[in-house]
């Protein structure tokens, strides 16, 4: 992976976004505990893997909020700084475990 996360400068996140992602996080963490309690109560493996999936798509969504955000905006600035090739190459090395 590029070493460009640590040579420029972050665009903070606005506190309606911050919140934003925390409140998707802390619903899948209810998720979470929820499939905790469906293993405790040995719940049909279907149902809890239904809800495995449901939990694998949220954290999908709420990473790809986080990589339209990061490239609207970090790797938009960097582009304007002359730094976008490194930028882009960071960008494209995430994207690469996305799709794992």
Do not use: W
């Not at 992976?1 to 040579?7: A, K, Q, Y």
């Not at 665009?11 to 499939?35: D, F, H, M, Y």
Request: hydrophobic letters at 40%; aromatic letters at 4%.
């Amino acid at each position: 992976m590029s070493n460009f996360l640590h040579d420029h400068t972050l665009t903070p996140r606005t506190n309606s976004e911050k919140q934003a992602i925390v409140n998707r996080l802390k619903r899948i963490e209810g998720q979470v505990r929820g499939i905790q309690k469906m293993v405790d109560e040995d719940r049909y493996c279907v149902d809890v893997l239904v809800q495995i999936s449901a939990i694998n798509a949220a954290l999908k969504k709420v990473g790809f909020s986080m990589v339209e955000r990061h490239a609207k905006h970090c790797v938009a600035h960097a582009i304007q700084d002359r730094k976008g090739d490194a930028a882009i190459e960071e960008l494209l090395d995430v994207m690469k475990q996305f799709s794992r």
